[in-house]
């Protein structure tokens, strides 16, 4: 019963409380019109009942809405009403109000306990390391046509970018590099000499020992691809070139990419 009273709607429920109190209080009203003997024998089993059902039916509104108001049902004559434990009052919800204003923010709480120690990063990748330092011991000139310059004596060449061999470095990460060329002519004669990047010009160094000694230099910082080749090339219109560790040729990688 109370399953079924908690599907209907509203006005339904309160019928079938109402239809279940009067079924109640008749039969409170029936025991009393037996005899003197019985009715004192089933007063108080009949007021247990009546009581327990009224308090069923209003577990069952109860249930079905959460009560805020009562209905009263009030029974007059029929003998002696003090048995009948009335008025009998039922919880019934009324509609919901409108909803409330919201409440002022409140107050800002207190700090929480600190987290724990996250777990340690992972280190950061070691860069790699490139630096070479070369130079020309002897006097190379002059030439018939555009010539490899071959620096004879390395005094550095960490990474082992730079071929003592071919006079040509090879780029073994992608990065940036810096390149320093400092080229020397010997006495009273010129000496140009070229940059390049896979056979590319990048810039040009002029010295001309004319009446003195000189010395000129030129630095280039390139973008380079692993297995990129940066060498310096003589030319033939300036092909003097003084050694002596006089000219030398320089480079190391400024940051990977």
């Keep these: 019963m109370m399953m079924m009273m908690m599907m209907m709607d509203r006005p339904t429920v309160v019928v079938v409380v109402v239809v279940a109190v009067l079924l109640a209080v008749a039969s409170v009203s ?17 007021g247990q009942r009546g009581a327990r059902d009224r308090d069923q039916a ?3 509104v109860a249930a079905a809405y959460d009560g805020v108001c009562d209905l009263e049902i009030s029974c007059r004559g029929g003998g002696d009403e003090a048995n009948l434990s009335m008025p ?3 919880p019934i919800k009324g509609p919901r109000g409108p909803q ?8 800002r709480g207190h700090d929480g306990l600190p987290g724990f120690h996250g777990a340690p990063g992972l280190p950061a990748p070691s860069q790699k390391k490139v630096a070479f330092f070369a ?9 018939q046509e555009h010539t490899d310059i071959v620096l004879d004596r390395v005094i550095t060449n960490i990474g082992s970018g730079y071929s003592p061999s071919t006079g040509r470095f090879t780029a073994p990460v992608n990065g940036v590099y810096q390149f320093n060329v400092i080229v020397s002519a010997q006495g009273r004669q010129k000496a140009a000499v070229m940059i390049l990047k896979n056979g ?3 810039a040009t160094v002029w010295a001309e020992s004319i009446p003195y000694w000189a010395t000129s230099s030129n630095i280039a910082v390139l973008s380079l691809d ?18 002596f560790m006089y000219t030398t040729f320089s480079g190391f990688i400024v940051f990977e990419h």
Excluded: C, I
């Design 30 to 46: 029936s025991s009393q019109s037996s005899s003197p003997m019985n009715r004192e024998k089933n007063k108080g089993r009949h």
């Design 58 to 60: 209003a577990a069952a």
């Design 88 to 90: 009998v009052r039922l």
């Design 100 to 107: 409330g204003r919201p409440g002022e923010k409140g107050d």
């Design 135 to 143: 130079g020309l011991t002897q006097n190379f000139g002059p030439v």
């Design 200 to 202: 590319e010009m990048v």
């Design 226 to 243: 692993r297995g990129d080749q940066v060498w310096l090339l003589l030319l033939t219109r300036a092909s003097y070139l003084h050694g």
